[in-house]
């Protein structure tokens, strides 16, 4: 059973950085793209990016590039997200989501969600 | 970058009736490339269909997609109470990338 498993709710101040991991497990890591989406407080999904586990490449929504890094570890099946220079705008849940094979464009199992909080 | 344009915002029907969700696209979308899900509230999304008609593994046969183009469809034949929930559609484009329709709430009348 494929499960994507994220960490915990976090609370961060302005300008702060924050980094969420998402574990897999039930497949073949590397055999499948994992995506982060992210969901503002009563709003729709929005797209962040994408990281290739084998091989770790990235690509990003324009919007996050820059601000935005993915990386992955191998030996543990997981997969990280880091956002720096937080906002109070980026208060929102975020969701590491799996594309079940390269060119499916669409994201099949869901992490449970990690809430962030920005506040001063 | 393609715009989808979910309608309409609420659906309002009873337990029974069938449901049509719209979503259109502000360019062509290839057909592989659209897929359709669920949102409970408190709850992560759930993948409904995929590649515009397919049903995604477990999702009952009273949920359909359609459409091609820019004009797509998820109809959901008999509303069942757990079906009522938000739902979004999701495209593709080596473009844009992937982008989401704002949802559709579908309540209880």
């Known amino acids: 059973q494929v499960h994507l498993v994220q960490s915990g709710a976090e609370v961060k101040k302005p300008g702060a950085s924050l980094k969420v991991s998402c574990k897999a497990s039930?497949?073949?890591?590397?055999?499948?793209?994992i995506h982060w989406v992210r969901q503002a407080p009563g709003q729709g999904l929005e797209w962040m990016g994408i990281?290739?586990?084998?091989?770790?490449?990235?690509a990003y929504a324009q919007k996050f590039q820059g601000r935005v890094t993915m990386t992955r570890d191998t030996s543990s099946n997981t997969v990280y997200m880091e956002v720096r220079s937080l906002r109070s705008d980026d208060t929102a849940v975020f969701y590491c989501?799996?594309?079940?094979?390269?060119?499916?464009?669409?994201?099949?199992?869901w992490g449970q969600g990690t809430l962030v909080t920005v506040s001063s | 970058e393609i715009v989808l344009t979910q309608s309409p915002g609420t659906l309002s029907l009873s337990p029974g009736e069938r449901a049509t969700l719209s979503c259109r696209a502000s360019?062509?979308?290839?057909?592989?490339?659209l897929a359709w899900y669920q949102q409970k509230p408190g709850q992560a999304p759930r993948l409904l269909i995929y590649?515009?008609?397919r049903r995604a593994t477990g999702i009952p046969d009273r949920f359909s997609g359609s459409g091609s183009g820019t004009d797509f469809t998820l109809t959901i034949s008999r509303l069942e109470p757990e079906d009522y929930a938000v739902y979004y559609c999701?495209?593709?484009?080596?473009?844009?990338?992937?982008?989401f329709g704002q949802g559709t709430k579908l309540e209880i009348e």
């Open positions: 989501v799996r594309e079940p094979a390269h060119g499916a464009c669409n994201f099949d199992y």
């Open positions: 039930g497949y073949t890591f590397t055999s499948s793209y």
């Open positions: 990281i290739n586990p084998d091989g770790g490449t990235t």
């Open positions: 360019q062509t979308v290839t057909t592989t490339s």
């Open positions: 590649a515009a008609s």
């Open positions: 999701q495209q593709y484009d080596t473009s844009s990338k992937y982008t």
